[in-house]
């Protein structure tokens, strides 16, 4: 496996579910981050990890809970949702974390579609 | 802010013409990157620049970073069908920032 592996890559829960979306990257980088996708707006960033710990929490709803175990896997657990949570969430690394330079290229995963009813 | 407007939304076009897009903010960026999103797929880079007034290509593809450091332009030459997808500018200053994207659909 190369890149960044997102799975489930379509997920369809109930307000009321707990789920969870994994991400694993094999580029031996130090920083990884969620994105959500709405369409015809901006990506948004929801969370950022640097070395496994959190660097940045963009005012997500507490109802998105990141979980970092090491520097390869980067997880977003889900409960109660709403429907308008219904988006692409998509998992990126970078080699680093806040420096300008190449390192903060991001390498984006498939995505995970999340649909709630 | 460090918002970025991306335009145009959206483009249709027949097979073989040039394509160009721009992306332009209020603020000043260090570093500029282009990405491509196939419909099911996650972003994916095409070009990176990281010095005002760089120009870059990679195939057809030509970028450059604008010398205000405020603005980048990317330009597809001889499009094929498929180039078809979503393009997202880039701007990183602190934090990457994104546009909203040119959805770029091409005729044969």
């Known amino acids: 496996e190369t890149g960044v592996t997102q799975t489930p890559r379509h997920l369809v829960m109930g307000m009321t579910n707990k789920k969870s979306l994994k991400c694993e990257q094999h580029l031996g980088h130090n920083a990884m981050y969620w994105y959500k996708q709405s369409a015809k707006k901006p990506l948004e960033l929801m969370f950022v990890?640097?070395?496994?710990?959190?660097?940045e929490n963009n005012s997500v709803p507490s109802r998105f809970s990141p979980e970092c175990p090491n520097s390869s896997h980067l997880f977003l657990h889900l409960h109660t949702l709403q429907p308008e949570d219904s988006a692409l969430y998509l998992c990126?690394?970078?080699?680093?974390?806040?420096?300008?330079?190449?390192?903060?290229?991001?390498?984006f995963g498939a995505g995970s579609r999340l649909t709630v009813l | 802010g460090q918002q970025l407007n991306q335009s145009p939304q959206s483009m249709f076009i027949q097979e073989g013409e040039d394509v160009s897009m721009n992306c332009t903010s209020s603020s000043i960026f260090n570093t500029w990157l282009w990405y491509k999103q196939d419909p099911g797929e996650g972003p994916v880079l095409l070009i990176a620049?990281?010095?005002?007034?760089e120009l870059t290509s990679n195939g057809r593809l030509t970028a450059q970073f604008g010398i205000t450091r405020k603005d980048s332009f990317l330009n597809i030459s001889a499009s094929i069908p498929s180039d078809v997808g979503i393009y997202f500018c880039a701007g990183y200053n602190n934090d990457m920032r994104f546009g909203a994207g040119t959805r770029l659909t091409v005729k044969p």
């Open positions: 990890y640097s070395l496994e710990e959190r660097v």
């Open positions: 990126a690394s970078s080699q680093d974390f806040g420096r300008v330079s190449g390192a903060n290229v991001l390498t």
């Open positions: 620049l990281y010095k005002a007034g």
